[in-house]
Every structure is written in structure tokens, then in C-alpha cells.
DNA sequence: TCTGGGGTCCTAGGACCC
DNA sequence: TCTGGGGTCCTAGGACCC
């Protein structure tokens, strides 16, 4: 027995443990929260142009949705009535920030993982599980969305522990792994592709060396996975071996490139409705910049035909621009953006997407000395429109943006934006 | 007819330098 | 004529996440 292990008698029974709180079906329990009629009702979120299924409740999981382009099944949810809704982001976003903001005043080391998954460390907590209960009804009470938690000694075991406390009623939302056995019988009862860090390519091939469990995964010689998966596939070996190497990330690192890409409502070919979707991404960009206090170096933007229509000629091409002094300024960014457009631009494709990327960004500029532009001046300027967009929930915009009627997205199905606009505040009588 | 969007990280391979 | 080898930087591509 040369292994490690992390539950040798002799250790002290509570190690570090971690916690990951994950809200159910995130988007559909947002839309229930504020349309309670829902609640029995199999429920689907949209994606951006309506296309493809990317939430599902229980009920639709039940009667067999996945997520599919809807056309799939179209039947199904005329057959059993089911509530359809454009997502709504505004209001996602919204909903993220009351959950973690409940969390935060129950636990100080919050790490924020995405829209809907906040992992947690109980250092200096010695009942995880009293606590742990206690934070999923607070949340679940305060913010009307359901939540589970898992908890375990590492961020992936803490993940697995997560799937059962939702697959299994009888957890309660709460699931813990805190000795040997437990974490040997949750790992032979996880198929391995269902581990965090391990997807679709890699689960494949595992399969076909006979690999199915996670269990079967950590049984592998270090050395193979190390070889076969590099250094990422090997902290996920080693954490589902009880050993920590995934830290907490409770200040978020700031972003390291900034993209907004969109598919059109329908395909375009006039280069003036390309050039206002580009406008308007680069305007976006912009503004997220902003928001971050960080200026762009570089720059990309792309447009491309649609690759699932392999019967019509295809076209993908990016250009990308160098900022010699990095800036944060819409009109510059967007005027960039826009002449990049004009060299690459061809007639005769039908183009089905365009994004902008900011592929470099710093948090300090460096003053050229040939620099023309005022820019205290300039930044005063974008503060201003800010604060009136934001207050305002206007929408004061470079004239190159356009209206967006010919290539915006479709939504049709879009719910309200309850928590935000005070137009769709629910009236109450 | 109808197929999301926004990220991160790692590696391999080429260019270039000494 | 001999045709080295190590380091760094960059990019493209692939894999993963939600």
C-alpha cells in the first residue's frame, strides 16, 4: 500500500473541505420565480435566435428534452403544452447576483464560477453539513431558486458530490463526501465522462480502453495520464483521489480577452447591416472595457457564412487591429472595427455571423507622445453616455450601429425583464 | 426552414536569436 | 566542409468549462 491516502486514521478527521452550490435548472427556475403558473409545467430557455434548447425543468427532462435544436421536438411541446421562453439574460444576470450575494454574508471565501455555480471553502466552519443545509434553505428562501450543494475534501470531488445531492431526493439538496468509502462508492457510480475537466474527446477515448467510471479513471498510472492528458487530466486524477490541487479563486482574475459574437436573426449580405452588427459589438466591447477599467491593445473581427449549409460557398475571414495607444473609446474602437470590416468584406456570400474580439487588453495606458487625442476629454465623454444608458436604460449609440431591424436576433418568446425595467414590474392589486 | 455565446488553458510547431 | 542545440516568443488549434 504505497498510495497516498488522505484518510489515514491518523490525519484529523476535518480536512479542508470545499462546497459547490449550484443552482437547479438556473434559467427556467429564474422564469418560475416570477410566473409561479409554471411550476408544474415543463418548462425550455432558448438560446439567442430562439434556435437550440439550452434549459430544460425536470418535467421536460422526464419527457425526454435535451439539449437539441428545438426543431427536434417540436411535437413534444405542442403535445404536452410546454412553456417556451427566449433567454433573457437581463434577468439571469439579475437573479446570479441576489443568489450570491446571499451566499457571501453566510461564508467569507466565496468563489463566483459561473452564472449559476459558486464554489465555497468551509475553513474554519467544523459541521460543513449543518452549515451547508442551512445555506441551501436560506438561499432557496430568499431568492426563490432552488440550489444544491456538494461538499468534499477537493473542488472535483465537491462537483460529484453536487450530482448526487440533485439526482437523489433523499440528500435533501445536500450531498457530502467525507470518508473513503463514501468517496470510492460515488466515484464507481460516476461515469467518467461526467467528470469536471474530463469531456467528450477524452471520455471517448477512456472508453475505449475499457475506462467507465470515474473510479475506473483514477486506477490509471500517473504517468499515462499525465502523458495522454497533459498536467490538466492529472490534478483531475489526483483530486478525485482526495488530494487538493484546485485552489479557491475568490477575487476573479480580470478577463483576459472580451468577445461579443452573435448569428443573425437571418442570413445578410448588404455590407452596411454587417457593418452595423460589427459596430454594435465593438460598441459593446467597449463599454464592457470600460466597466473593467481596462483598455484594448488588440483587437480581432471575424464574419463567416453559415458552416451547417455545406451545399452554399463558405467564407471566414478575420482581421485584426493594433491599437498604438490602447484605448477604451467607442467611436475609436468602433471606427477600427468598422474600416477592418471594409478589408475583408467579399459580395455574393450570405453571411450568417460576425463578433468582435478583444484579443489584448492592460489595465494601464502608456502616453504616446504623437498622440493627438484628448483623452481625459474623450473619457469624460463615454463616462456621460454610461451613466445616461445606465439610468436610463437608454441606448445612446455611434449613428454606424444602426437599428439592428435586418440582422438582430429573434426573440420571440422573451419573458419580462421583471427584476430591472420598471415597466415590467408585476403590478400587484 | 430551424443548430448559443463567452470564456480558459495547454501543446505543438515555426521563427528567430546566440 | 562541418549542418548544433538551447532558449524565447508567438500563433493556431484543440480541449475543456458553463
Excluded at 26 to 39: G, I, T
Excluded at 98 to 119: C, G, Q
Excluded at 217 to 225: A, C, K, R
Aim: net charge positive; proline share 4%.
Amino acid at each position: 500500500m504505497g498510495n497516498r491516502n488522505l484518510y489515514d486514521k491518523k490525519e484529523p478527521k476535518n480536512t479542508l473541505m470545499y462546497g459547490l452550490i449550484d443552482c437547479n435548472n438556473f434559467y427556467v427556475s429564474c422564469e418560475r420565480v416570477f410566473n409561479p403558473a409554471l411550476n408544474d409545467r415543463p418548462v425550455l430557455v432558448l438560446s439567442n435566435n430562439d434556435g437550440y434548447i439550452i434549459a430544460c425543468s425536470n418535467e421536460a427532462k422526464r419527457l425526454g428534452v435535451k439539449r437539441r435544436p428545438v426543431y427536434q421536438f417540436k411535437k413534444e411541446i405542442e403535445l404536452y403544452n410546454m412553456a417556451v421562453f427566449s433567454s433573457n439574460y437581463t434577468l439571469y444576470g439579475d437573479m446570479s447576483t441576489r443568489v450570491m450575494s446571499v451566499l457571501s454574508t453566510m461564508v467569507p471565501d466565496i468563489e463566483v464560477y459561473s452564472i449559476d455555480e459558486a464554489f465555497i471553502s468551509f475553513a474554519g466552519f467544523d459541521d460543513p453539513l449543518s452549515l451547508g443545509r442551512e445555506i441551501v434553505r436560506r438561499v432557496s428562501k430568499s431568492t426563490g431558486i432552488p440550489v444544491s450543494l456538494g461538499i468534499a475534501p477537493t473542488k472535483t470531488l465537491s462537483k460529484i458530490a453536487n450530482r448526487f445531492a440533485k439526482k437523489y431526493p433523499a440528500y435533501n439538496n445536500v450531498c457530502i463526501i467525507d470518508d473513503e468509502e463514501k468517496r470510492i462508492k460515488a466515484l464507481k457510480l460516476t461515469p467518467v465522462g461526467d467528470v469536471w475537466g474530463i469531456g467528450r474527446g477524452v471520455s471517448k477515448r477512456l472508453l475505449s480502453r475499457g475506462i467507465e467510471t470515474a473510479y475506473d479513471f483514477t486506477n490509471l498510472p500517473q504517468d499515462w495520464v499525465r502523458k495522454n492528458m497533459t498536467v490538466v487530466g492529472e490534478r483531475t486524477w489526483s483530486e478525485l483521489r482526495g488530494i487538493p490541487c484546485i485552489e479557491m479563486e475568490c477575487t476573479p482574475p480580470s478577463k483576459k480577452q472580451i468577445c461579443i459574437s452573435r448569428s443573425f436573426g437571418k442570413m445578410i449580405t448588404d455590407p452596411i447591416n454587417l457593418s452595423e452588427a460589427i459596430a454594435t459589438h465593438a460598441a459593446a466591447c467597449a463599454r464592457k472595457l470600460r466597466d473593467q477599467k481596462a483598455y484594448a491593445v488588440s483587437m480581432m473581427i471575424f464574419i463567416h457564412t453559415n458552416n451547417f449549409r455545406s451545399d452554399q460557398p463558405q467564407y471566414y475571414k478575420n482581421a485584426i487591429i493594433n491599437f498604438p495607444v490602447p484605448t477604451s473609446d467607442s467611436t475609436e474602437i468602433v471606427k477600427a472595427a468598422v474600416e477592418a470590416l471594409r478589408r475583408i468584406y467579399l459580395e455574393g456570400y450570405l453571411y450568417k455571423k460576425a463578433g468582435v474580439i478583444i484579443t489584448e487588453l492592460t489595465k494601464n495606458v502608456q502616453l504616446n507622445i504623437f498622440d493627438t487625442v484628448d483623452r481625459e476629454k474623450r473619457a469624460r465623454l463615454m463616462e456621460a453616455i454610461d451613466h445616461i444608458n445606465d439610468k436610463y436604460r437608454a441606448q445612446l449609440k455611434i449613428a454606424t450601429q444602426g437599428n439592428g431591424r435586418d440582422w438582430k436576433l429573434k426573440q420571440e418568446q422573451l419573458s419580462p425583464a421583471y427584476t430591472t425595467n420598471l415597466n415590467d414590474i408585476i403590478q400587484i392589486k
